[in-house]
């Protein structure tokens, strides 16, 4: 298996420029997590799902922020539009049951 | 809510000694989860443990299950420069939404060769 699968890897953009995350999780797995990690704050829960339905986005920051997961192997989280706090690692995991797999992350750098 | 405490936040030890970290929390859990994320990668399962007074091994690595479910310890023996990255616990998360976990700070190992 290849793991979940996140792409890019690393993204530059600058400020007030969207910026889409995208994510595949491990096959089969019923619930996908989207992470946002920082020095400052650790490790951050933003979003996740259960058979591609959102079912707790409190972690999100604003509405600057939305999350889709459109079918079973595929999610993306967007940041429209990207301000310099915005930098950071975010991670996306799958799980079956409770133990969640970590995508490699993206490392975001907002200008 | 639900928070799981992990000490210490940080560690500095020399290359073969070993290394003891733990992880509490208020609540009780019925499972632990301990993760490894090495530098610019994202966190590996490193053990899991379901059953209270569990005692786990995987490799120099060896976990246990508090008896009280209050608590957990990972323990790394002869460490190695390839343990260095932060350690996290996790455990799910009872009092919010199912499916949901709950992660510590993580302790931040270094080992100097």
């Known amino acids: 298996d290849a793991g979940v699968i996140q792409s890019p890897r690393h993204e530059v953009t600058e400020m007030g420029q969207e910026v889409t995350l995208r994510c595949k999780p491990i096959?089969?797995?019923?619930?996908l997590f989207w992470y946002r990690q920082t020095m400052m704050r650790g490790l951050e829960l933003l979003i996740y799902f259960n058979n591609n339905v959102p079912i707790d986005d409190s972690g999100m920051p604003e509405d600057r922020f939305s999350a889709k997961m459109p079918n079973a192997s595929f999610s993306t989280l967007k940041i429209q539009p990207s301000e310099p706090r915005d930098s950071a690692v975010y991670f996306c995991?799958?799980?079956?049951?409770?133990?969640?797999?970590f995508g490699p992350g993206t490392r975001l750098l907002v200008l | 809510g639900q928070q799981l405490n992990q000490s210490p936040q940080s560690m500095f030890i020399q290359e073969g000694e070993d290394v003891s970290m733990n992880c509490t929390s208020s609540s009780i859990f019925n499972t632990w989860l301990w993760y490894k994320q090495d530098p610019g990668e994202g966190p590996v399962l490193l053990i899991a443990l379901y059953k209270a007074g569990e005692l786990t091994s995987n490799g120099r690595l060896t976990a246990q299950f508090g008896i009280t479910r209050k608590d957990s310890f990972l323990n790394i023996s002869a460490s190695i420069p390839s343990d260095v990255g932060i350690y996290f616990c996790?455990?799910?998360?009872?009092?919010?939404?199912?499916?949901?976990?709950?992660f510590g700070k993580g302790t931040k190992l270094s080992v100097k060769p």
């Open positions: 995991a799958s799980s079956f049951f409770e133990t969640q797999y």
């Open positions: 996790a455990g799910p998360n009872y009092g919010g939404s199912q499916g949901n976990l709950i």
């Open positions: 096959s089969g797995h019923d619930y």
